[in-house]
């Protein structure tokens, strides 16, 4: 092959690939209220899943499962802690390799719905936010708002994260087809419309000003007023308490025309420690999607595969509600990604609007049976702090995990009493956010959650 032959093909070639690329939109169709792709109507039905909390050997596995459900989209969040561990340094690798797991969403032929934050909630620790932003106390810096300090971290955060994504966008050949701005940001107390005004202009600012922005909040009034912003489509979260006539009309007042979007349809909920598991009937979730798939709405299920909160990865609801280790959510996935009676029931469903794929549903892994674990008892963790600790530091008083350079897992406060009987004493300790433990010696005197 000569050299001229070779120039032209390779012309031919980028050629072929730009009209493949100019064929690929979405886009609003606002005055026939829906989504358009590729130039026809279209309606996604969505799950959500957080590639943070199914280890990656596994992602393929589940992505398939929600497939042969039915959906044609997935939902993710993008948790900024994960991804910059300390100031100015990122981790895309290896678990944390988003990109891998959006082209394989790809492959197996999902659109996706990103929720890039910064704060995404989840019910993950500090709702996907670093626990750096806190080094230097609150006093510092106002979170989930536009005060310089946090806004800094943020456009830094952003500037590294946003044309890693670029490629990933459809218009690009991507599978991403819209973006969120923030999240249910109108239940936040701040309601800094000055926040998610850069907000959105930073993603237009990278994404360009043809990518579908969003915002989602729960169908009230106030909370819509605070959580939407001009430039970004307005949707809504529901479950099966809140009527769908009555949750998209007050989408309607904020967002006249366009599709109705349901972006958080619970068809579970979440756990707290020492509650029971939530469940929510299957029989109520159909009742509603049906109802919402013949109003013609776009729904996401959230979650559809709830998964693991790995670590110390798991959130806590105010005051101080605890979520455990299990995500599982009472999703049509379960947590180890077992096809449910909720999940045929949902993929019977929606086989009513949609055309199922021709896939088989896939089989429920065989369990590994242990039977009894017998723990050996070996030394007081008391005893092993100073061999498990990798610093200890003197301080006046007692400081914050932050303050000391500590993101997660455990600090003992240790001192010297003066006097040590203590009866009758009162020790005032302000500011436990998960538990805390009082003890004299060995002997426990107090615990705190």
Known sequence: MNLI?????????????????????????????????????????????????????LWEDRLRKMWTGGLNAIQIYIFWNE???????????????IFEFLELAQKIGFVVVLRPGPYVCA???????????????????????SEENYMNAVRRYF???????????????????TVQVENEYGSYYT???????????????????????FTTDPPRVLGLTCGTVDGAYATVDFGVSISPDDAFEKQRKFSKSGPLVNSEFYPGWLDFWGTPHQKVPT??????????????ANVNFYMYFGGTNFGFSNG????????????????????PADITNKYLAIRDSISKYAPLPPDPIPVNSTKLALGKVQLQYHVPLIDAVNEFS???????????????GQGYGFVVYKTTLDDPNVDGKILSINGIRDRGYVMIGPVKIYSKI
Not at 5 to 28: H, M, N, P, Q, V
Not at 390 to 404: A, G, I, Q, R
């Open 5 to 57: 032959t070779k120039i032209l093909l390779s012309f031919l070639a980028s050629i072929l690939i730009e009209f493949s690329l100019s064929d690929r939109s979405f886009y609003i169709d606002y005055d026939n209220d829906t989504f358009v792709k590729d130039s026809k109507p279209f309606r996604y039905i969505s799950g959500s899943i957080h590639p943070y909390r199914v280890p990656k050997q």
């Open 83 to 97: 991804h910059e561990p300390q100031p100015g340094v990122y981790d895309f690798e290896g678990q944390n390799n």
């Open 123 to 145: 019910e993950h620790d500090y709702g996907g936010l670093p626990w750096w932003l806190l080094a230097n106390g609150t006093e510092t810096i106002v979170p989930r708002s």
């Open 159 to 177: 500037g590294v994260l946003l044309p890693k994504l670029t490629p990933y966008l459809y218009k690009n050949g991507g599978p991403i087809i």
């Open 191 to 213: 309601c800094d419309k000055k926040y998610t005004g850069e907000l959105r202009d930073l993603f237009k600012l990278y994404f360009g000003n043809d990518t579908i922005l």
């Open 283 to 296: 029989d109520q979730i159909l009742k509603s999607f049906h109802k919402q798939l013949d109003m013609g």
């Open 316 to 335: 806590a609801d105010p005051p101080y509600l605890a979520e455990p280790t299990s995500y599982d959510y009472d999703a049509p996935l379960s947590e």
């Open 390 to 404: 990798y610093k200890c530091v003197d301080t006046l008083n007692p400081s914050t995990f932050e303050k000391l």
